[in-house]
């Protein structure tokens, strides 16, 4: 019979679909917190990571949730990250962000950063509700609320779906290709921590860190490897080469990459609800399917 595995207090079993790369309203999906782990159930998860952005706060609510329908709830969140450097001198053109995992209650270097990263995020919602007004496409603060669920929560998809509503986009693509994204008019850029940091920072805090999903660096091969080293040296602890929007071919390679750079190859659906219609908890597109043994495998890292 197939040995449990103990994660400080938490059992799981192998043999049993897990999903560590989920998203509420808390941050920017569309489903609440307690919404996660039954998803997950229904999935036929065992296991399920809530890892929203910048934040923790939606992690009592699913906790609650996930003992009431006997899902296993990996305390998580995504950091978002600046732009790293390969020893090649080549930067990442794409997003980049950190998953860690393990993040206990109670304060510490990754808590007070996540902390001082939500003020921002207020801050850059302000600012972004001014651009749009000063552009002729006026976004108000309560329907934005309303939309998200809770001020907290409030993000770019929110504002995108209410430029929809009212006539200024086709739909959320078309939101931020014309409006939100990178270089738009209206975007307004927000706090960002050093990869490296988010990684040094979550091991001062008992936690483990991921390089969330890589391929959205926009580098090369060689110069993905290399960043993957550097932060390997700086405490990262693994790679997300099952990632729910890669093609087998895709988790394949970083599955490789990962093993060449001694880092766990972890995975998850990244799961938005309406925000990202295609990605389902626990199963991504369809096809996705993250090894059981990985969470007895970052539980090892843990500091």
């Not at 929203?52 to 706060?57: A, E, I, R, W």
């Not at 979550?202 to 060689?222: M, Y």
Request: with cysteine.
């Amino acid at each position: 019979m197939a040995r449990p595995f103990r994660t400080r207090g938490r059992v799981s079993l192998p043999g049993t679909v897990i999903d560590l790369h989920t998203h509420s309203n808390v941050s920017d999906g569309s489903e609440a917190p307690a919404r996660i782990p039954e998803l997950a159930a229904a999935a036929g998860c065992r296991t399920v990571a809530l890892t929203d952005h910048d934040t923790l706060d939606g992690l009592a609510e699913a906790a609650e949730s996930a003992a009431a329908v006997g899902v296993e709830l990996i305390r998580g969140c995504e950091v978002s990250c600046l732009k790293p450097t390969a020893s090649s001198g080549a930067r990442a053109s794409g997003s980049a962000h950190v998953l860690c995992y393990f993040v206990e209650d109670g304060d510490g270097p990754l808590q007070d950063e996540l902390r001082a990263l939500r003020l921002d995020r207020r801050r850059r919602n302000d600012a972004l509700v001014a651009r749009l007004a000063e552009l002729g496409a006026p976004v108000d603060w309560d329907e934005l609320v309303a939309e998200a669920g809770n001020e907290g929560g409030v993000g770019r998809p929110h504002f995108a779906r209410i430029l929809v509503r009212h006539g200024h986009a086709a739909d959320v693509q078309d939101a931020f290709d014309r409006w939100l994204a990178d270089d738009r008019p209206a975007y307004v850029p927000k706090a960002r921590l050093e990869t490296a940091d988010a990684a040094r920072l979550a091991r001062g805090s008992g936690a483990v860190a991921v390089l969330a999903h890589p391929l959205s660096l926009g580098l090369g091969p060689a110069d993905l490897e290399s960043v993957v080293r550097d932060l390997a040296g700086e405490g990262l602890a693994g790679v997300e080469a099952h990632y729910g929007a890669y093609t087998p071919e895709e988790r394949a390679g970083l599955v490789a990459l990962a093993r060449r750079t001694g880092m766990v190859a972890t995975g998850g659906s990244d799961f938005h609800g309406t925000f990202k219609p295609t990605l389902s908890v626990g199963t991504g597109k369809g096809d996705l399917s993250v090894p059981d043994d990985v969470l007895e495998q970052l539980a090892a890292r843990r500091p």
